[in-house]
C-alpha cells in the first residue's frame, strides 16, 4: 500500500509538472514571444515595398532652389514569384544598362528572397520595365538629389550618400529635418512570396522631409564664386574664399571656397580629394590674420580709452615715429621703409592706415595682457561662434598664462594667434556694427511641403562687446583705411565703403615658410550704417601678395555687383 501511494503521489507530480510546462510555454508563446511570431507571420504572408519619403528641398532666402529631387525609382526582384529568370535577367540588363551575368548572378546567388536590382532609376526605364509585366519584379519611389547650380555653394550644401542620408554640409547638419520618415506597401502573399489574387495591399505613407530656406542670397553667393574663380585663375592661388555677412544679425549672405566640384558628379571614387574640395575652410580650417587682426586691438584701446583707463591711447594721441620696436630682445618693423628708420609720426587712425605694426604693439604692452584677453574672449576668438554647421573650428588662442610679452606683442598685430575666417568676419562684424556680437547662421526657416513654418531662426546676440561710441570711432577709422590708406583698392566712389587689410607669412614645421603668404581683406559698407560686411582670404597666390593688392580688389567687385543688383543709391 506504501509503495502504490509513492507512485500514484510521484505520477501525480509529474503530470503536475507537465501541466505547468505547458501552461508555461503556452503562456510564452502567447504572451511574452506572441508580438514576436506575429510579426513573422505577417512577415511570412505579406512583402513590403517601401515608401520613400521625398527629402526636403534647400533654397535661397528668396525661394530659389538650390537642392531638390528627381523622379527616380528602385526596382526589386522576388525570386520565388518569377516565371522566367533568364527573360527577366536579359530585360533588367538590357533595360538598366547593366551586365548580364552580374544581374544573373545578383538574383541567382544572393540569399535573401527579395533583391535590390538597381536604386534611382529613371521613370522612363520603369516605363520600359512595365510593358515586360514581369510577375515578381517591384518599384518604388527613392531619393535622387539634384542640385540645379552645379558647382554653386559646394562645401556649405554638401552632399548625400547614395541612399538619401546626409554625408556633409547642411545636407548633414540638418539631415534629421531633411530626410522624412520613409512608408511602406504591404502585399498578401503566398508562402513562397507570390502575390494572392485579390488580396489586400496596405499602404503607410511616407512623411515627407522638411525644407530649409538658408540666409543665403543666390545672386550675393553668384558674385562670390565669380570673384573667387578669378582670384584662383589671376593669382594661381592655393585656395580662395569669400564670406558675406549681414553684420546686424549674422546671417550668412554668401559663402565661397574655391576650389570646389559639381555636386551632380561627386568624385565619390577619391575619397581623400573629395574630403579636400568638400571642406569649408572658412568654418573649419585656421590661419595667422595678420593685420585684419589690428580691429580687435583698436577696438580695444578706443574702448579703454572711453573707459578711463589711463594705460590706453587717445585717438589723437601721437605714436614714435620709430619704424622699431623691441620686446624681449626681439625685433618688430614696420612694413614701410625709410632711410633714417623712422616714418610720418601717425595718430592709432593713421597706424590703422598705414598697418604700422610697432604702434599695435604699444597698444598691447600698455594694455596688457589680461586686458587684451578680456577683449579676445569677448569678441570670441578661441571659441566656436556657434554656426549651424558640423566641424567648426576653435581657432587657437594661447592660454593667458602661457603668453609671455614677445607673444602679446604679436599678437597685436594678428601672429601667434590662430582664427578662422568665420570668426575674424563675426568679430569684426561685432565691431562695427554698434558693439553687438551676433552668432553667424545659415538657415532663416524649416517648413513643410504646405508652406508652414516649423521653425524660424531669429538673430542671436551674444552680447555688448564694445560701446556703441566705441563702434562709431572704430569705423571712421576704418573708412579711412580704405579712402585714404593701404585698403583703396576697395574704394568705390561716392560708397561710404570701410575695411582693412592683412597680409601674413605662412609656417611649416614651426618655421616662416618663404615666399607663401595669406592675404586677405575684411571690409563692409556703408561705413555709417553696415548692412553687407565681405572678408575674402587668398591663400598663396603667386607674385603679388599683399593683402591690399590681391584681396582688396575681389571685395570691391562684390560690393559693386551688389550695389547694381539691390539699387543701392548713392548716399546723400
Known amino acids: 500500500m506504501t509503495v502504490l501511494r509513492k507512485r500514484l503521489f510521484a505520477i501525480t507530480i509529474a503530470v503536475a509538472f507537465l501541466f505547468l510546462f505547458v501552461f508555461g510555454r503556452l503562456f510564452y508563446v502567447q ?20 515608401v520613400i519619403a521625398a527629402r526636403g528641398k534647400i533654397t535661397d532666402v528668396n525661394g530659389v532652389v538650390l537642392a531638390g529631387n528627381a523622379d527616380t525609382y528602385t526596382v526589386f526582384v522576388r525570386k520565388r514569384a518569377v516565371e522566367d529568370m533568364d527573360k527577366l535577367c536579359a530585360a533588367l540588363s538590357e533595360t538598366l544598362d547593366m551586365e548580364y551575368d552580374y544581374v544573373y548572378k545578383r538574383l541567382n546567388s544572393t540569399v535573401s528572397s527579395e533583391v535590390t536590382v538597381k536604386k534611382q532609376v529613371t521613370k522612363d526605364k520603369i516605363n520600359k520595365l512595365l510593358e515586360y509585366n514581369f510577375s515578381g519584379v517591384y518599384y518604388s519611389r527613392d531619393n535622387s538629389r539634384i542640385y540645379p547650380y552645379n558647382e554653386f555653394l559646394t562645401s556649405v550644401l554638401g552632399f548625400t550618400s547614395t541612399d538619401g542620408k546626409g554625408q556633409s554640409g547642411l545636407e548633414l547638419y540638418y539631415d534629421k529635418y531633411l530626410s522624412g520618415i520613409d512608408g ?13 489574387d485579390g488580396g489586400k495591399a496596405t499602404y503607410i505613407p511616407a512623411t515627407d522631409g522638411l525644407n530649409l530656406k538658408l540666409t543665403i542670397d ?6 562670390c564664386e565669380a570673384a573667387m574663380d578669378e582670384a584662383m585663375e589671376v593669382h594661381k592661388a592655393k585656395s580662395a574664399q569669400m564670406l558675406v555677412i549681414d553684420p546686424n544679425t549674422g546671417a550668412i549672405r554668401a559663402m565661397c571656397c574655391k576650389p570646389s566640384y559639381n555636386l551632380n558628379d561627386i568624385p565619390r571614387d577619391d575619397i581623400s580629394l573629395l574630403h579636400a574640395l568638400s571642406r569649408n575652410g572658412l568654418v573649419c580650417d585656421i590661419y595667422e590674420p595678420g593685420s585684419t587682426f589690428k580691429v580687435l586691438t583698436a577696438a580695444a584701446n578706443i574702448q579703454e580709452y572711453l573707459n578711463g583707463n589711463k594705460a590706453a591711447f587717445s585717438p ?30 601717425l595718430n592709432l587712425a593713421g597706424a590703422l592706415n598705414n598697418s604700422c605694426n610697432p604702434i599695435f604693439v604699444d597698444i598691447a604692452m600698455s594694455l596688457g595682457k589680461e586686458t587684451m584677453y578680456k577683449y579676445i574672449e569677448a569678441f570670441n576668438y578661441g571659441s566656436v561662434t556657434g554656426i549651424d554647421f558640423s566641424g567648426e573650428a576653435q581657432g587657437m588662442v594661447l592660454p593667458v598664462s602661457a603668453v609671455q610679452n614677445v607673444d602679446l606683442a604679436r599678437i597685436a598685430f594678428g601672429q601667434t594667434i590662430a582664427v578662422t575666417g568665420l570668426q575674424l568676419a563675426a568679430a569684426t562684424a561685432a565691431a562695427i556694427n554698434g558693439g553687438i556680437y551676433y552668432t553667424p547662421h545659415l538657415v532663416s526657416e524649416i517648413y513643410d511641403g504646405n508652406g508652414i513654418i516649423a521653425e524660424e531662426i531669429q538673430p542671436q546676440s551674444k552680447g555688448r562687446v564694445i560701446s556703441e561710441e566705441a563702434s562709431t570711432i572704430l569705423s571712421s577709422m576704418l573708412e579711412s583705411v580704405v579712402r585714404d590708406g593701404s585698403g583703396k583698392q576697395a574704394y568705390i566712389e561716392g560708397y561710404r565703403v570701410a575695411g582693412k587689410t592683412g597680409t601674413a607669412q605662412k609656417y611649416e614645421n614651426g618655421i616662416i615658410a618663404a615666399g607663401k603668404y595669406v592675404s586677405s581683406f575684411v571690409g563692409y559698407f556703408p561705413a555709417n550704417d553696415p548692412q553687407y560686411l565681405a572678408l575674402v582670404v587668398i591663400d598663396e597666390p603667386e607674385g603679388q601678395y599683399y593683402g591690399s593688392t590681391v584681396a582688396a580688389p575681389f571685395a570691391k567687385s562684390v560690393f559693386e555687383g551688389i550695389i547694381d543688383l539691390k539699387n543701392i543709391p548713392l548716399p546723400e
Request: hydrophobic share 35%.
Open 31 to 50: 504572451v511574452i514571444w506572441g508580438e514576436d511570431l506575429q510579426e513573422k507571420a505577417i512577415d511570412q504572408w505579406t512583402r513590403e515595398i517601401p
Open 218 to 223: 543666390y545672386e550675393i553667393q553668384s558674385l
Open 184 to 196: 511602406e506597401i504591404l502585399y498578401e502573399t503566398d508562402i513562397v512570396g507570390v502575390e494572392i
Open 316 to 345: 589723437q594721441h601721437i605714436f614714435s615715429s620709430s619704424r622699431y620696436r623691441y620686446v624681449d630682445g626681439q625685433k618688430v618693423k614696420c612694413w614701410s621703409t625709410h632711410e633714417k628708420g623712422k616714418h610720418a609720426a
